[in-house]
């Protein structure tokens, strides 16, 4: 596994890692922009970095985005959706809002642990 350097994270800075690790590993920047798609998360860092390549969105960064700003829309129900705090509705997105912080806990866990990296 190839550890990005300690820097920002960049356009450039990934293109240059990048550029540097198929060099290393004799993988041809040709072959790669004719025959590869990158899937990546919609940074303007990556946006930037594969700007010659064949880039798509990641489905599974664009379905979290939307969970995330769709468990946001309590602070708007009051407005739009009339639910009440002891409303069924609330209390079941009470409960997915709990699941999702534990989860996002768990991974921040894994991540700083170093445990992430192990596997």
């Known amino acids: 596994m190839h550890q990005f350097p300690e820097q920002s994270k960049t356009g450039e800075n990934i293109r240059e890692c990048f550029v540097n690790l198929c060099f290393k590993v004799g993988i041809s920047l040709d072959v790669l922009m004719k025959n590869c798609f990158f899937v990546t998360d919609q940074g303007s860092n990556f946006k930037n970095t594969l700007s010659n390549f064949h880039r798509l969105p990641c489905v599974c960064h664009m379905l979290a985005t939307i969970i995330r700003h769709t468990l946001q829309l309590s602070d708007l129900s009051k407005t739009i ?26 991974i921040a866990f894994l991540k700083r642990s170093g445990l992430s990296e192990k596997y």
């Open 81 to 106: 959706l009339p639910m009440k705090e002891n409303d069924a509705q609330m209390e079941q997105l009470n409960k997915i809002r709990e699941t999702v912080s534990a989860i996002k806990n768990g």
